[in-house]
């Protein structure tokens, strides 16, 4: 009996968590975001000090929530550490941050050529010579593009996702006489980082398009595989970036991002990178071929490293 005492004391001892934010042991399951534990009632918004009931919309890299609603959603949209002012193209950004945006179409090409030179060094070397050209639009603009690229979900759901980029796919011809070209719209006033993180994002859709290839079709049948083969882009720029910013983005906007198709297709693509190398995940996609690299080992790992809301 004292065994069996001591063992519960045991089990009960390593499974007990505390709350990241009074520091108290959680007896009933704790509430999880982004790998952090909480009692419920300890879930407060950092701008109302209100307790937050429903889902909460922005995570700030200092670890602050925030309602999901127009009065508490005051983070910055770029560094996630600031308080910030919503500008006329919807972007709520700091002073400092608002002081880097990207404008002029000269400082566009800039950012432009500096994404397809990180691109073309990791081996996706024909976008520069691709029939693919990018347009600058606000955001009434995007949701406008959205909606018609995107008819039958627009129809749908009624809305669509309003987004900081988008690829637009064309082609014309079939078999060998099938020509693509590629239409990338950027929401305007990104910041630097945003911009570059958004282009090599959309640049990657963009060559998945020009080469045919379908990754929603393959091994877990959904578009998140799409997505996180895009989101690989970002992640390129944000290491390359080698900043705290770049660093807390890939952590926050990436590694530990909930997000269905742009979080769990991350992860999903990531496990393939790491497991190919570039060199070998860009063959096999180039050539049609399925990816082996979800083996229960990985597919494990995916699921240990699912974030819990």
Not at 72 to 79: E, Q
Not at 165 to 185: L, P, V
Not at 253 to 260: I, Q, R
Request: aromatic share 12%; glycine share 4%.
């Amino acid at each position: 009996m004292k065994k069996f005492l001591v063992a519960i004391f045991l089990v009960s001892t390593v499974l007990a968590v505390d709350c990241n934010y009074c520091k108290d042991s959680i007896s009933e399951k704790p509430y999880s975001i982004y790998g952090r534990n909480y009692h419920k009632s300890c879930l407060i918004c950092h701008h109302c000090n209100e307790s937050i009931e429903e889902n909460f919309l922005r995570y700030s890299f200092d670890e602050h929530m925030y309602h999901d609603n127009n009065s508490c959603n005051v983070i910055c949209m770029s560094c996630h550490l600031r308080k910030g002012i919503e500008y006329s193209n919807g972007m709520i950004q700091c002073e400092e941050c608002h002081d880097k945006i990207v404008q002029t179409p000269e400082d566009i090409l800039i950012h432009k050529i500096y994404v397809l030179e990180l691109l073309s060094s990791y081996g996706f070397n024909d976008l520069s010579e691709a029939n693919i050209s990018i347009e600058i639009v606000n955001y009434s603009q995007m949701i406008k593009v959205k909606k018609k690229r995107l008819f039958f979900i627009s129809r749908l759901f009624k809305d669509v996702e309003v987004t900081k980029g988008f690829a637009a796919h064309n082609k014309k011809g079939i078999g060998k006489n099938k020509k693509h070209s590629c239409k990338i719209y950027i929401v305007d006033n990104l910041h630097e980082l945003d911009l570059r993180a958004t282009l090599a994002h959309e640049y990657l859709h963009a060559w998945m398009m020009v080469n045919d290839i379908h990754l929603h079709y393959w091994k877990f049948n959904d578009i998140s595989m799409t997505e996180g083969f895009a989101q690989l882009g970002s992640y390129l720029v944000f290491t390359d970036e080698g900043s705290l910013l770049g660093k807390k983005k890939i952590e926050f906007n990436l590694d530990l991002y909930y997000d269905n198709d742009y979080g769990e297709g991350y992860r999903k693509m990531k496990v393939c990178l790491d497991y190919y190398g570039w060199d070998r995940l860009i063959e096999k996609l180039l050539n049609k071929k399925d990816l082996s690299c979800f083996d229960d080992k990985n597919l494990l790992y995916l699921n240990r490293n699912k974030i819990n809301n």
